[in-house]
């Protein structure tokens, strides 16, 4: 049998730090991925997260196991690579939304139309789920 726990304020164990739970629920990532871009994709850890898709060098699309609500979510990307194409670093931008995928793609900061696959490239989303 589930069981139901309602509270408005979450304190920490002296008392003394309190947070309102909509801040917890609201603020929280709805998803996140950290993916092995190189070779054979594939997940080193993610949240919320049910398959990732290889699109092609440099781009991937990563379907939720839980859907948003709309489009219109906030999604950031980013690699742990410090330099890619002669010394450029390359950035992870989020190509495209829907309320089921993320699309990302990794490029070039100085050429847009340069993309690389890069361990690891990570992924955070925040909005509402449906």
């Not at 906030?74 to 089921?100: H, Y």
Request: with cysteine.
């Amino acid at each position: 049998m589930a069981s139901e726990l309602r509270v408005d304020t979450l304190k920490d164990a002296s008392g003394a730090n309190s947070i309102g739970l909509s801040y917890v629920a609201n603020g929280s990532a709805k998803a996140w991925i950290n993916l092995n871009g190189t070779g054979t994709i594939s997940t080193n850890d993610s949240f919320n997260i049910s398959s990732t898709n290889d699109d092609g060098t440099g781009d991937y699309t990563s379907t939720y196991t839980s859907a948003m609500s709309n489009s219109n979510y906030t999604s950031m990307g980013a690699n742990d690579t410090i330099t890619q194409d002669s010394n450029r670093p390359a950035v992870t931008v989020p190509e495209s939304q829907t309320t089921t995928t993320l699309g990302l793609r990794n490029t070039g900061c100085f050429n847009n139309n340069t993309y690389y696959d890069i361990d690891p490239t990570m992924a955070l989303v925040h909005g509402d789920l449906a």
